[in-house]
């Protein structure tokens, strides 16, 4: 049975990993309206219609809404962003402190293959880390 000690490591690393990935989802939705070519309000609305079955009409209205909020999301992101930044490093920095060495640059490794994946990279950190 794990100490209590390595108990609550685990767990706070499994919330870390969680908060991680619902915040990456959360910012690359949010992304999907920010104009970018494949990424922008057309990108989310064509999912939409094809998981949706969206009429025409439908289909411009929603991408109306998105373009009609684009600003708020952007002026949002820019206030929670910094506050956001500051305590993912926090959680980053006391999971660490809690994990050995190789540990360590194995989950230095993770957090740089997680930072590859949400800016949609074509290559990995697992190529540049020299691991197979």
Not at 40 to 59: F, I, K, N
Not at 117 to 124: E, I, V, W
Request: charged share 30%.
């Amino acid at each position: 049975m794990l100490s209590k000690s390595k108990s609550a490591a685990v767990a706070l690393l499994a919330a870390v990993f969680i908060a991680g990935g619902a915040a990456g989802w959360g910012a690359r939705e949010g992304a999907r309206c920010d104009g970018r070519g494949g990424r922008g309000p057309d990108a989310m609305v064509d999912r939409l219609s094809r998981e949706l079955s969206l009429t025409p009409a439908q289909r411009d209205s929603v991408r109306a809404i998105f373009a009609g909020h684009h600003a708020e999301f952007e002026a949002l992101w820019a206030d929670v962003r910094p506050r956001f930044d500051s305590l993912k490093a926090v959680v980053r920095a006391e999971v660490a402190a809690q994990l050995s060495p190789d540990q360590r640059a194995r989950y230095q490794r993770l957090l740089e293959d997680a930072e590859h994946h949400r800016r949609g990279d074509s290559t990995t950190a697992k190529t540049e880390g020299g691991r197979n």
